[in-house]
Structures are given as structure tokens and as C-alpha cells.
């Protein structure tokens, strides 16, 4: 956690010492880092710190990141194990399969539903349609229920290993 908090203090300074940031000094900034390092200060406690007593706002997104953004092997091994004791891998990979696969799906049903639509204008069954009853609401409607009864046809008759 020391390292951590180091290396977001680190990624803090620049704006310290910046002429178009806070314009401090580099002794003024070091002064203020080392305020906060000899602190047992929270994350929480020291972006209240900074905002109240230099008007900095947003530095716990710089602490966080580096909080959440950097581990050891320990740290990201014990992470790892408490996940999969909560859930198998293949739930993990499931879920974004998942989510891979609705945006595919998604985007896939309005460009097969246009791709259906010029082909059927190529082939004359747009002349055809305009000698029947059916409105292009219906038209349409048709069209999606279809791929979707598809859709629902090969989900049913998948293979569950």
C-alpha cells in the first residue's frame, strides 16, 4: 500500500509544481507530499486534505488508480482465488461470451433485417408485396419475427455439454 501511495503522490507532483497547475515551488511541493506521506492519512482523508487546504480536487482518483491498478504476485494471486472461490472460470467466461455475443447478435439482426430487404427489392417481391394487403409495419414486423423464431430455434436445440 506504501508503494501504491508513492506512486500516486508521484503521478500528483507534476501538477504541483506546474506553472498553469497549482504554480508551487518544487520545496513547497515536496513539503506538501511529505505532509501527506507522514500522515496515516486515508485515501478519502487526503483528497479532503487537499481540497480544503490547496483546492486540488480529484486526488483520490490518482491515489485509486494507483491502489487498484497495481499489485504484486500475492496480491493478484489471492484476488484470483477468492473470484474463482466465489464462482467458476466458466462462469467468468460465460458472462462475457455473453456480452460478446449481444452486441454481435444486436448488430447482426439490423444488418442481416437491411441485407433481407435488398434482396428482396432485387427480386421483385417488393412489386409483389404492393399487390397485397400488407402494410410496411407488417412487412417488416414479419421479417424480425422471423430471424427471431430462428433465433429461438437454434437456442433450443443446442447442445449443453
Same mark, same amino acid.
Given at each position: ?18 506553472? /498553469? ?8 511541493? /515536496?513539503?506538501?507530499? /511529505? ?7 486515508t485515501i478519502e482523508e487526503i483528497d479532503r486534505y487537499m481540497e480544503e487546504n490547496y483546492h486540488y480536487l480529484g486526488v483520490d482518483s ?36 455473453? /456480452?460478446?455475443?449481444?452486441? &454481435? ?20 417481391t417488393y412489386e409483389l408485396l404492393h399487390t397485397k394487403p400488407v402494410s410496411a409495419k407488417n412487412y417488416v414486423l414479419g421479417k424480425a419475427?422471423?430471424?427471431? &423464431? ?12
Amino acid at each position: 500500500m506504501i508503494q501504491m501511495l508513492e506512486e500516486g503522490l508521484k503521478a500528483i507532483r507534476p501538477a504541483l509544481v506546474a506553472e /498553469d497547475g497549482f504554480g508551487m515551488s518544487e520545496q513547497e511541493a /515536496d513539503e506538501v507530499l /511529505d505532509t501527506v506521506r507522514n500522515s496515516d492519512m486515508t485515501i478519502e482523508e487526503i483528497d479532503r486534505y487537499m481540497e480544503e487546504n490547496y483546492h486540488y480536487l480529484g486526488v483520490d482518483s490518482y491515489l485509486e488508480e494507483y491502489e487498484y491498478g497495481r499489485a504484486d504476485l500475492e496480491e493478484t494471486n489471492a484476488w484470483i482465488r477468492q473470484k474463482l472461490e466465489e464462482h467458476p472460470y466458466s462462469w467468468y467466461l460465460a458472462r462475457k461470451f455473453t /456480452d460478446a455475443l449481444s452486441l &454481435f447478435v444486436g448488430f447482426g439482426t439490423a444488418i442481416l433485417l437491411a441485407f433481407l430487404f435488398l434482396r428482396d427489392t432485387r427480386r421483385d417481391t417488393y412489386e409483389l408485396l404492393h399487390t397485397k394487403p400488407v402494410s410496411a409495419k407488417n412487412y417488416v414486423l414479419g421479417k424480425a419475427a422471423g430471424l427471431l &423464431f430462428l433465433a429461438v430455434w437454434i437456442w433450443k436445440r443446442r447442445r449443453v455439454y
